[in-house]
């Protein structure tokens, strides 16, 4: 497992999922991601999609993603994590 430089459990709001862990290694890639709650088998599939990507290469394919009749989603979700963890 790498070394992460930033780390961040995120509580999400309007999902199943509740919360999101997400890292980032010392090259500012993401190094982990796991979901807790939400559909099970989306929610892995898009955790591991994003593994070494950027957090903008994220921010640029899942942003504004809704569930639904939800405002928001997992992916989006998974957006404001990585907006989080820079602050």
């Known amino acids: 497992m790498e070394v992460s ?3 961040k459990t995120y509580k999400t709001t309007g ?4 919360y999101i862990e997400v890292a980032l290694n010392q090259e500012g890639r993401v190094s982990e991601c796991n979901f807790y709650g939400g559909c ?9 999609m994003v593994i070494g990507l950027t957090p ?7 942003n ?4 639904g009749s939800k405002s928001t989603s997992c992916p989006d979700q998974l ?4 907006d989080a ?3």
């Open 79 to 82: 957006c404001r994590a990585l």
């Open 56 to 62: 903008e290469e994220v921010k640029s394919r899942l």
């Open 15 to 18: 999902t199943c999922c509740q």
């Open 85 to 87: 963890i820079s602050k």
């Open 40 to 48: 099970s088998g989306n929610t892995q599939g898009i955790a591991r």
């Open 64 to 67: 504004g993603i809704r569930c």
């Open 5 to 7: 430089s930033m780390h």
